[in-house]
């Protein structure tokens, strides 16, 4: 099993709870939510749910943070990067897909 998603995922809560600069570790954080917005399409998912959640949590954090539009694409084409350089990262019983179909509900 590749843990990597979940320490991803235990970086977001530490950005979210503040014990890193806050601005710069919450920031990072969104790459994970860039990588569960991504992965649809990169692992070529089928039934994935309805993204609209997903997807209206990225904005409102992307307001929150001011995000440019510079840094959401840098930090786009990282996450895909990151999606695409391990295989198990897309495996269906790997630690991505749970946490697209939690973030998803």
Known sequence: MNIRPLAIACAALV???GFAPAANAQKEAMGM???LQL?????QWRNTGDR???DA???AQER???ISDAERADMMRKAEA????????????GML?????????
């Open 15 to 17: 950005g979210a709870v």
């Open 33 to 35: 939510f860039y990588e």
């Open 39 to 43: 992965a649809p399409i990169v692992c």
């Open 52 to 54: 609209g959640k997903l």
């Open 57 to 59: 949590t990225i904005i």
């Open 64 to 66: 929150a943070l001011g």
């Open 82 to 93: 990151d999606l695409r350089s391990d295989p198990s990262n897309c495996a269906p019983d």
């Open 97 to 105: 897909r749970p946490m697209y179909d939690e973030a998803v509900k």
